[in-house]
């Protein structure tokens, strides 16, 4: 098992930024990786990016491209998420989610979710 424990939402403005945390722990998932995903009110959960541990390559959705970097500590068990930039349209509840075999944009492939947190963006 591979347990998540996110924080660092909060209520923000426009333009400004915001990083979360995702702390891992139990087994690795050093040959695996992380994703993050988002879901507002009223809407599917829908995927943001991910990055896979061991190397460190990442991905992302094009709406969020260019604006968010998502990167990962190794020592600290922990993976991040670098909101720059952010949009009333970015306000969510958002998840980290991680996979002992790979890493990819379908929140099917990922086993084991954190709790979540908000984040509130005003105009």
């Known amino acids: 098992q591979v347990q998540l424990v996110e924080s660092g939402g909060g209520l923000v403005q426009a333009g400004d930024s915001l990083r979360l945390s995702c702390v891992t722990s139990g087994r690795s998932i050093s040959y695996g990786g992380m994703g993050w995903f988002r879901q507002a009110p009223g809407k599917e959960r829908e995927f943001v990016g991910a990055?896979?541990?061991?190397?460190?390559?990442?991905i992302y959705a094009n709406s969020v491209k260019g604006r968010f970097v998502i990167s990962r500590d190794n020592a600290a068990n922990t993976g991040y998420l670098e909101m720059n930039s952010l949009k009333p349209e970015d306000a969510a509840i958002y998840y980290c989610a991680a996979s002992e075999f790979g890493s990819s944009s379908l929140s099917v492939d990922y086993p084991y979710w954190g709790q979540g947190t908000q984040v509130t963006v005003s105009s």
């Open positions: 990055i896979r541990w061991s190397s460190g390559n990442t």
